[in-house]
């Protein structure tokens, strides 16, 4: 599976629930940052969440209470919950890693997602 893609992208309403998934085994998650970024056409790339190897976690304050981002070892998986969603989550959604010590600048991407939320 092509690392970093991020899948389970959709389109949903006001209120929905959507759960994106992106396969990270080739990073080691004691060295690595795990993140989910998204992008609106003719803006830049704006930071979602994060998650480290001892699943301490962050977010932006645009989702934070609403979203969570989590990683599953067993199926070397990172995941974002995603709740209450509203128009302004619309976007297409990215997975990134890279060493911690380079954080914020990551420099490693997948496909992204596309997440359509209607009034």
């Known amino acids: 599976q092509e690392q970093l893609a991020a899948s389970g992208g959709g389109s949903v309403q006001s209120g929905g629930s959507l759960r994106l998934s992106c396969p990270v085994s080739?990073?080691?998650?004691?060295?690595?940052?795990l993140a989910w970024f998204r992008q609106i056409p003719a803006k830049e790339r704006e930071w979602v969440a994060r998650?480290?190897?001892?699943?301490?976690?962050a977010y932006a304050d645009s989702v934070k209470g609403r979203f969570t981002v989590s990683q599953d070892d067993a199926k070397k998986t990172m995941y974002l919950q995603m709740n209450a969603l509203k128009p302004e989550d619309t976007a297409t959604y990215f997975c990134?890693?890279?060493?911690?010590?380079?954080?914020?600048?990551?420099?490693?991407w997948g496909q992204g997602t596309q997440v359509t939320v209607s009034s």
């Open positions: 080739n990073y080691r998650y004691s060295t690595y940052y």
């Open positions: 990134a890693a890279d060493l911690r010590t380079r954080w914020p600048n990551l420099t490693n």
């Open positions: 998650i480290d190897s001892g699943g301490v976690t």
